[in-house]
């Protein structure tokens, strides 16, 4: 059984400082996403990862995989209050009914 | 265009009484999915179709919940009898794709049910 774990749960950083959210996974996968959620709303796709090594950059997020050590990071650059939500990871399953099993979250809290 | 579109948004109910959710995808998404997200914990896979077919639906408790998608398009999502324990939020996402590797996916805003 795929288990995605993500570290830390919780984040509270001050603007203006960098930070990494780290998501790992049991089993073999070379496609991950990342997300995020607002508080009361649905979850919004941020990067889709689909093979070793990839590095993706959206402003002041940065995500990359490494599917040998089954792991994925989120780094935050420089953080603004405006990052502040929750961040989860979500790992594609091998096998022919493939499906996304999602990473606890990281709910990430940036003070002005 | 339109995202994924889901009703109602939020629903009180007492134990034991039916409820259902509906959901229409993003236009030309063949594959549909129904998500269960509890409070602070990511979203959990129920059901999984492409067009009229559930092709994984091994986490669906089937005592209680089932759903369709008749026409390859819009899907509901029911429970009968509801338990204190269905309180959570139900999300509907979508996605194109063909065979068995899942693609992005784009999710609705869900539905958020508390049994009472």
């Known amino acids: 059984e795929l288990k995605v774990e993500q570290n830390p749960l919780f984040l509270s950083m001050q603007e203006g400082k960098n930070y990494t959210i780290y998501c790992n996974y049991s089993?073999?996968?070379?496609?991950l996403y990342w997300y995020r959620q607002d508080p009361g709303k649905s979850l919004e796709s941020l990067f889709v990862?689909?093979?070793?090594?990839a590095v993706k950059q959206e402003g002041r997020l940065m995500a990359s995989l490494d599917t040998k050590a089954r792991l994925s990071t989120l780094h935050i650059t420089a953080a603004v209050h405006d990052l502040s939500a929750t961040y989860f990871c979500?790992?594609?399953?091998?096998?022919?009914?493939?499906?996304?099993?999602f990473g606890t979250g990281t709910r990430l809290q940036v003070t002005l | 265009e339109a995202g994924v579109v889901q009703s109602p948004r939020y629903k009180i109910i007492e134990k034991k009484q039916p409820v259902a959710f509906w959901c229409n995808p993003i236009?030309?998404?063949?594959?549909l999915y129904w998500y269960l997200q509890n409070l602070g914990q990511g979203p959990e896979l129920l059901i999984r179709?492409?067009?009229?077919?559930?092709?994984?639906d091994s986490q669906l408790p089937k005592d209680r919940f089932s759903a369709e998608r008749l026409k390859g398009v819009d899907s509901t999502l029911k429970i009968q009898p509801a338990e204190l324990g269905d309180s959570a939020v139900y999300l509907c996402?979508?996605?194109?794709?063909?065979?068995?590797?899942?693609?992005?996916?784009?999710f609705g805003e869900g539905s958020r049910l508390t049994v009472l």
């Open positions: 089993t073999t996968s070379d496609r």
């Open positions: 990862l689909l093979s070793n090594g």
């Open positions: 236009s030309g998404h063949n594959t």
């Open positions: 996402a979508s996605s194109l794709e063909q065979g068995a590797t899942t693609g992005e996916l784009f």
């Open positions: 979500a790992v594609d399953g091998t096998g022919t009914a493939s499906k996304l099993t």
């Open positions: 179709y492409e067009n009229e077919e559930a092709v994984d």
